[in-house]
């Protein structure tokens, strides 16, 4: 390892400063590019959907008394909103039905964060006369995403704050410098800005709060602002993450940037996301995958099953590993493995309406949550997901056991892109939109390098526009 990362002038912000101003579209892998468009279709997707999530009318009429302007589209809706407003609502629809893709090794959703502020700046810019390029978008959220990942992956420590909150808006930072076209400098002070506006705490996600998505969007929000005000000539601290009071001090207290700085840009990390098939937790993917296999293999039915057990790490134990509780919040049952576990026995499957209204309380779901156990194994790496061990015991004394190391969705384990198309509908479909705009924004996406202006994207989101 080089000797650079120990010298005392190493500043591991500016590395990531100058990846971000020295990268050009060319630089992107096919790879890349591929992902890029995957998972923008799919975040758009999400946030369509998530107009479906509770409360989203009061929050819009909220954010909308902070001041006028018409400047972006608020997904799946009829207005426009300042951009920053606009960067906040549509993170909180995105994370909220918790379908959106997840950088695994970094425990962050970057996408959630990035898009909705990125999305919202191509639009502010085309009214400016100054329109973003497809390609430009791609670019940005190829590095928003590389900033947000090294960021996360680096840490070794508990989590204690909301990955994809606090990572998130670094990056959206480096997102919208690079739509800006920043040099290293003004991207350092812009970095030192948002590491003043940095916020997210695991509580909500402890208690299944609504605040849990809705600090996805406060960092989007705020990266817009370090940028606005960057570029204003604000300046913001330098040593962001290994000052003295910098983020890998006081939000995580240990890293390893040497082994992951070393793969900034080989390969994208974009290309390393994983899809989410189920709108649950990540952590609780691995049991909904077991259940679909055992299933398939062995023909049984909910009420043929005497018990299941997962042996998980210590973050999936952490952070899934929740009692099942009778009447729990929409976010606490979608990051319980007892309650998915359950509707994915009776159901087949896990989709958004196994978290809504009366089935939050259905006692045969409750029934046969209490059927499954959750226990911590020896894997000493605090952020691990995998492996998990799943083993399913049936009355007639069948007994299904597997590692599952890889659960569907995983870069591994990709979704094919039918079944991806197949998401993306379905909650273009629970978002109440038109299904041939689905189809426009499809192709839209496939070609999205060719498109001169990416702001023109929005067209499709807005309901308003096809009215």
């Not at 993170?91 to 962050?108: K, M, R, S, T």
């Not at 991806?420 to 496939?446: N, T």
Request: hydrophobic share 40%.
């Amino acid at each position: 390892m080089s000797d650079r990362f120990s010298a005392p002038d190493f500043n591991p912000t500016r590395d990531l400063a100058e990846l971000v101003a020295r990268s050009r579209f060319e630089d992107l892998s096919p790879q890349a590019v591929q992902s890029a468009k995957t998972f923008l279709l799919d975040t758009l997707g999400c946030g369509v959907a998530g107009s479906s999530a509770p409360k989203v009318d009061a929050l819009v009429g909220a954010v909308s008394a902070w001041g006028a302007g018409e400047q972006a589209t608020v997904w799946g809706e009829t207005r426009k909103i300042p951009a920053p407003q606009a960067a906040l609502i549509n993170g909180y629809q995105i994370h909220a039905l918790e379908w959106d893709c997840v950088h695994e090794p970094a425990v962050v959703h970057p996408m959630a964060t990035l898009i909705p502020a990125l999305i919202a700046h191509t639009e502010r810019r085309a009214e400016a006369g100054r329109p973003i390029d497809g390609k430009g978008l791609l670019l940005a959220l190829t590095l928003g995403v590389e900033i947000a990942a090294m960021i996360g992956a680096a840490s070794k420590s508990v989590m204690r704050f909301f990955r994809p909150a606090t990572c998130g808006g670094f990056g959206v930072v480096a997102g919208l410098g690079s739509m800006e076209g920043l040099d290293a400098d003004t991207l350092m002070h812009a970095f030192g800005i948002q590491y003043g506006q940095t916020s997210g705490t695991m509580q909500a996600h402890v208690e299944g709060s609504m605040l849990l998505g809705l600090q996805v969007g406060f960092n989007g929000r705020a990266g817009m602002v370090s940028i606005d005000l960057a570029r204003a000539g604000a300046t913001g601290p330098q040593q962001v993450l290994t000052g003295l009071y910098g983020y890998y001090k006081l939000f995580e207290s240990e890293h390893d940037i040497p082994t992951w700085w070393a793969r900034l840009g080989a390969p994208w990390q974009i290309t390393r996301l994983s899809h989410k098939p189920f709108p649950s937790g990540r952590l609780t993917h691995a049991v909904v995958d077991a259940i679909q296999q055992a299933r398939a293999e062995l023909g049984f039915v909910a009420d043929d099953v005497v018990s299941i057990a997962a042996s998980v790490p210590p973050l999936t134990h952490r952070l899934v590993g929740r009692p099942d509780v009778p009447d729990p919040a929409p976010n606490y049952a979608r990051l319980c493995i007892p309650y998915v576990s359950a509707v994915t026995l009776l159901d087949g499957t896990c989709e958004p309406e196994a978290f809504a209204g009366a089935r939050l309380r259905d006692p045969r779901v409750h029934e046969l949550a209490s059927r499954v156990s959750v226990s911590l194994d020896d894997n000493p790496d605090v952020n691990a997901l995998w492996p998990q061990q799943i083993d399913i015991t049936l009355r007639d004394g069948r007994r299904w056991a597997r590692r599952i190391d890889t659960p569907i969705g995983h870069p591994d384990n990709p979704l094919s892109r039918e079944r991806h198309l197949a998401k993306f509908r379905k909650c273009w479909q629970i978002g109440g939109l038109a299904a041939d705009e689905a189809e426009a924004l499809i192709a839209s996406v496939d070609t999205l390098e060719s498109l001169p202006d990416a702001s023109q994207l929005t067209r499709l989101l807005s309901r308003g526009a096809r009215s």
